[in-house]
């Protein structure tokens, strides 16, 4: 029903306005990008008040965001679509025999700036109460050689538990629960960490009124957040859920995958640590650059 | 090609995180709109770095959105969505017997606040040397009885002949070329004016960096908006351009109709105008209220 009581000529119109010299790849994406919209907006008969009302979110989204915030990042992950872009860019890497580890979406709480941690170090500058300290360490090898590669620069940041990572939450020192750690000559790492804990995410602004408009919960399962380094491999953006959280089945931005699942286990002779989490990963080489 | 590679279920499980207390409507939009933005990216196979660069385009959008621009709206103006929603809203009341005059899009320049005007005045402000002064007049009648409506508020605004509206202008007086003005007991009307000129819309933020992509330019024909207003009548918010416009076959907003084109004559005999337009206008009574 619907479109045909519409200009049956207008969106082809409106695509047909790309001038020749609009590169290629533009070209490929401005026709399916305004064929879905206009056809969205004429299968739900889309009103100018209801259209306004998504103007306004739009609006809202960039005068709430900044260095410290990215709340148009935030509207996209609430509707799967960090996700699904990150499942697109790496569906070829993942399929293939010698897949690296599983990819997972950035999310916006980033900092490029984490500071250097030695290996066996701790990213815990502020220690809580309720916290439960985790040795996580693991091997990263080649996922063709199966080598162990030393020198991956491994940057990591969790929340605490209160549900805020530090850029979020004046207690916290700057870069609390954040740091980059590098494997050793065996490809080894290691380090402190906290068992992460499920929190809700920020739903003051659009992201948060979509939520409420749709019934659902703002929660995401406890995770850590990686991005893996190395001049020769391909970079990983990940995130590791533990086993045992409530959320990741109903993760508010969709990110869990199956093969991000981890177990905390106890940690036994360890006056630092109660559990131990071992991850190992497989990076792949970068593809050869013929000059 | 493509959709299969990807986890087929992914877009089910989106929509379906909907609760069971959003409401009916909000339920109708949410999964169009989720299905057709999770297949635009599937089809171009849409990168995170791409994404991330639109993620940036909206942000930057709401921050240079205030009282005085609004960049949401224009980003959705130059892929024809405004356009299309007023086509939507007003479709079934266009092809009615009794059919208003023709819609067209509100644009990112009204204001509420424009002064009343008496009938005969004038809406210039700031007299330009390049502007050609036309008295536009007409009568307002009722779509279904052609009888005259007395006490129609018409609300018009329109560009100097620099391309710019006074709030874009520190040159131009409060409110320059804004007026409403009230159609007398003949539903007749009438003001002085300048005759429009065609002019690209702000080429300086997202819409504009979109319009550059697209290699199109941001140009609009010469047009003055309009909004009627009355009790009992259906408002009516319109554009109506000048038949001897060269953009009229390429608005960068897609907002022309056929039936919103209209013909500037000279004028003889007036010390004030040497252009004149007649322009009448048919409204549709409110729906009546069951109480």
């Known amino acids: 029903m619907g479109?045909?009581?519409?200009?049956?000529?207008?969106?082809?119109?409106?695509?047909?306005?790309?001038?020749?010299?609009?590169?290629?790849r533009t070209r490929e994406i401005i026709g399916p990008l305004i064929r879905h919209i206009h056809d969205f907006a004429r299968e739900v008969n889309?009103?100018?008040?209801?259209?306004?009302?998504?103007?306004?979110?739009?609006?809202w989204a960039g005068q709430m965001s900044d260095d410290r915030r990215n709340e148009g990042q935030l509207v996209c992950d609430v509707i799967g679509l960090e996700?699904?872009?990150?499942?697109?860019?790496?569906?070829?890497?993942?399929?293939?025999?010698?897949?690296?580890?599983?990819?997972?979406?950035?999310?916006?709480?980033?900092?490029?700036?984490?500071?250097?941690?030695?290996?066996?170090?701790?990213?815990?500058?502020?220690?809580?109460?309720?916290?439960?300290?985790?040795?996580?360490?693991g091997k990263v090898v080649d996922s063709l050689t199966a080598e162990p590669i030393p020198g991956v620069i491994i940057d990591t940041w969790e929340a605490s538990t209160n549900g805020l990572y530090e850029q979020q939450d004046p207690e916290q020192d700057d870069c609390n629960l954040r740091g980059r750690i590098t494997t050793d000559e065996n490809g080894e790492y290691g380090f402190y960490c906290l068992k992460p804990t499920p929190y809700p995410v920020p739903d003051d602004g659009p992201a948060g009124k979509i939520l409420k408009m749709?019934?659902?919960h703002p929660m995401r399962p406890a995770h850590i957040h990686l991005i893996t380094t190395h001049d020769e491999y391909m970079p990983i953006t990940t995130q590791i859920f533990s086993s045992?959280?409530?959320?990741?089945?109903?993760?508010s931005v969709f990110a869990v995958k199956d093969s991000l699942i981890v177990d905390f286990t106890p940690l036994e002779g360890n006056d630092k640590a109660t559990r131990e989490l071992v991850y190992n990963m497989k990076l792949k080489k970068q593809p050869v650059k013929t000059a």
């Open 46 to 59: 889309l009103t100018v008040d209801e259209w306004m009302e998504g103007v306004n979110l739009i609006n």
């Open 244 to 251: 045992d959280d409530k959320y990741l089945k109903n993760d």
């Open 83 to 137: 996700s699904l872009v990150d499942e697109i860019t790496f569906a070829a890497a993942a399929n293939a025999p010698d897949a690296h580890t599983a990819t997972a979406i950035l999310g916006p709480f980033f900092r490029h700036d984490a500071p250097m941690i030695p290996n066996g170090g701790t990213i815990i500058k502020n220690p809580v109460a309720d916290g439960i300290v985790t040795y996580m360490h």
């Open 214 to 216: 749709l019934d659902r």
């Open 3 to 24: 479109a045909d009581k519409f200009d049956p000529n207008f969106t082809q119109n409106v695509i047909d306005a790309t001038g020749p010299n609009a590169s290629a």
